[in-house]
């Protein structure tokens, strides 16, 4: 019996460790396609097609509005956050084309952002924040009774919603300190070195989300939604 239970307990936590794996992908998979990607794409046609820079800019960036379209497509539902990123890459792709403007073309990229960041805070705000939409499929891995459990705690738990607006508010922060610092370097600095630059700055910011709002955030709601489902007695507090 006991070997049947121990066998049983590492099961479950191969599955778990199986399943935050999965996760960390999922979520590191739109930095790939957004941030690196592009970068790879921009000097292969840069230096290996002979493109002009603007060029190479305008070609690189189609990618990440192409995922936008395509997570739109594939979930069959209008997400808000994915519609704000979709429609800032469009409007910036349209005026940087008009203008042939390179270094407004970089600092697209960055406004871009900026207005995401700015749109979450306003979120936050306004108590419907936007990452939510991101944040909850992290929490509960799709498991029914996790996702009653979410149901429950944002109805009746002021630590869980406090917890969920500063998911928000941090990855706003964040993206809005991000999108000063690319567009300061995208009118300061040489084309070729925000390219890579900008990308970098990019992944710093990511990562100090992930950090600081796991901390803040997604470990306590973890605990929170796992206590919940289990039957246990959160704290409202």
């Known amino acids: 019996m006991r070997t049947v239970t121990r066998t049983a307990d590492t099961f479950g936590a191969r599955t778990a460790a199986a399943d935050r794996r999965r996760a960390v992908v999922q979520s590191l998979a739109p930095l790939v396609v957004d941030a690196l990607l592009p970068m790879a794409a921009y000097y292969a046609l840069r230096e290996g097609f002979g493109m002009s820079t603007f060029a190479a800019l305008a070609w690189s960036s189609v990618l990440p509005a192409l995922r936008t379209v395509w997570s739109i497509v594939r979930d069959r539902r209008l997400n808000g956050l994915a519609a704000l990123i979709l429609t800032v890459n469009v409007l910036g792709l349209l ?61 009746g738990t002021a630590r869980f919603r406090r917890a969920e607006l500063a998911f928000s508010a941090v990855w706003g922060a964040s993206l809005l300190a991000e999108s000063v610092v690319r567009v300061v370097g995208a009118y300061t600095l040489p084309a070729d070195t925000m390219v890579w630059l900008g990308s970098v700055i990019m992944g710093v910011a990511v990562v100090a989300a992930i950090v600081v709002s796991g901390g803040m955030a997604v470990d306590p709601m973890e605990k929170m939604v796992a206590a919940e489902a289990a039957g246990g007695e959160p704290s409202s507090v």
Do not use: H, I, Q, Y
């Open 95 to 155: 005026l940087t084309t008009v203008t042939g403007d390179v270094r407004l073309m970089l600092a697209k990229e960055s406004a871009g952002s900026g207005v995401v960041g700015v749109v979450v805070l306003a979120s936050v705000l306004a108590g419907r924040p936007l990452m939510t939409a991101g944040l909850r499929p992290w929490v509960t891995r799709g498991d029914a009774a996790k996702n009653a459990a979410w149901d429950r705690l944002v109805a």
